[in-house]
């Protein structure tokens, strides 16, 4: 184990070699694998889409000196097994369920389709005692995410994955405003470049963007599961931080704008001049210390 050194002037691969991983088997039997960093009560943090358990390695470092994180790979990711046929959120639920009972955390932390999968399972797991609600993707309809999916998983079973991605970004209104002028071909092929640099530097516990892509499609998925349920969530009785970046796609702050009035209690915090990366390792444009201060301030 590490205590804690400065993010910035330590890299992600220094962390890992003071990490330990371990794993749970999920109610289905499934393996969700994880790592572990830290001393003191257990916090996990949970990744959103197009990412894997590496993108808040920083995250968990600079939390290391005040919790035990856990940072588990979700389906389809790194350290853990296969998405089954019969997917749905609970099977996430259950993931996350098997995981608190292993390690005794009380506290979680979700990004985006990572924090629905919190929001849900704080509805039955009196485990969650505090959760950070980083941004969910909550629409309130499923027309949109329903339209986005058809569309990604056609692209997909083409072999389009560059198109599919892009259908993703867009979807997910992910992508710089350029995006929305320039045209298909050109994004495609930025995009398929961009998978071939990452297949060839990729090491260690990256998961590239090719490898990642297909898991798009339950991340989509689950959305579309969970979109005009917000008043469900109502029934938390955990304690909710509801956090977000000033630089964030507009329907994002409008989800949280929403779970804010059926969360009367939770707390919410804007990050000013952060976007939705910003819990992410700062090579990938995040600012994690300044998410992990909000952290240990609602955790303590």
Not at 4 to 22: D, P
Not at 204 to 224: C, E, I, N, S
Not at 282 to 295: F, K, N, S, Y
């Amino acid at each position: 184990m590490k205590t804690k050194t400065s993010v910035n002037n330590q890299s992600t691969a220094t962390v890992r070699e003071h990490s330990t991983t371990g794993s749970v088997t999920s109610q289905d039997g499934t393996t969700i694998g994880y790592r572990q960093l830290g001393h003191g009560p257990g916090a996990v943090l949970l990744h959103g889409a197009m990412s894997s358990a590496h993108n808040h390695i920083q995250l968990a470092e600079a939390l290391a000196d005040t919790f035990t994180v856990y940072v588990p790979d979700r389906r389809g990711r790194g350290l853990s097994g296969a998405y089954s046929e019969e997917y749905s959120i609970q099977k996430d639920v259950e993931d996350m369920d098997a995981l608190l009972t292993k390690t005794g955390a009380n506290h979680v932390f979700g990004l985006s389709s990572g924090a629905i999968i919190l929001l849900q399972a704080a509805l039955t797991l009196p485990a969650i005692h505090k959760a950070v609600i980083f941004e969910p993707p909550l629409f309130m309809n499923n027309s949109v995410p329903t339209a986005v999916l058809t569309r990604f998983d056609r692209e997909m079973a083409q072999g389009k994955v560059a198109a599919a991605l892009i259908t993703g970004m867009k979807g997910a209104q992910m992508g710089p405003p350029i995006f929305n002028v320039m045209p298909s071909w050109l994004l495609e092929l930025l995009t398929s470049m961009l998978m071939a640099s990452e297949d060839k530097k990729a090491k260690g516990d990256d998961v590239p963007m090719r490898a990642l892509a297909p898991t798009l499609h339950y991340d989509f998925q689950l959305v579309v599961e969970m979109s005009g349920k917000l008043e469900s969530f109502r029934a938390i009785r955990a304690g909710v931080l509801l956090l977000g970046g000033s630089k964030s796609p507009a329907f994002l702050k409008a989800a949280l704008d929403a779970l804010e009035k059926v969360l009367p209690q939770a707390k919410r915090v804007e990050l000013p001049g952060l976007n939705h990366a910003a819990s992410w390792n700062t090579e990938r444009g995040g600012q994690p210390e300044r998410v992990a201060q909000e952290l240990r301030r609602f955790f303590a």
